[in-house]
């Protein structure tokens, strides 16, 4: 069965840190370009971040750019979003997923992504 699954969500003051992880089962992750998304209440889904199959190739939302950092580690099978400086607006589930082809997270709402994982919650709040 194919399958992500996120991990390492939580309740985090404003300014702290988180670091959500996404493992595969079923598949070799490293054959896919890898994205994080997040829906907030009542928002559409929105890009964050994304990883190309490789790593050689990353890209973030403007909202994120120099807070969070995306990695992979192919042997682990498993892709990383290590998020600091966190705010109330980053607050929301956030969700990995694996497509075929790497893809700027500008704009995407997740088209594209075959494989989505259940999600984790972030909830940024003193």
């Known amino acids: 069965q194919l399958q992500l699954v996120e991990s390492g969500g939580g309740l985090v003051q404003p300014g702290g840190s988180l670091r959500l992880s996404c493992a595969a089962s079923?598949?070799?992750?490293?054959?896919?370009?890898i994205a994080w998304f997040r829906q907030a209440p009542g928002k559409e889904r929105e890009g964050v971040s994304s990883i190309s199959s490789g790593g050689a190739a990353t890209n973030y939302a403007d909202s994120v750019k120099g807070r969070f950092t995306i990695s992979r580690d192919n042997a682990e099978n498993s892709v990383y979003l290590q998020m600091n400086s966190l705010k109330p607006e980053d607050t929301a589930i956030y969700y990995c997923?694996?497509?075929?082809?790497?893809?700027?997270?500008?704009?995407?709402?997740?088209?594209?992504?075959?494989?989505w994982g259940q999600g984790t919650q972030v909830t940024v709040s003193s």
């Open positions: 997923a694996a497509s075929s082809w790497y893809q700027l997270v500008a704009g995407s709402t997740g088209e594209g992504y075959a494989y």
């Open positions: 079923g598949f070799t992750l490293g054959n896919y370009a």
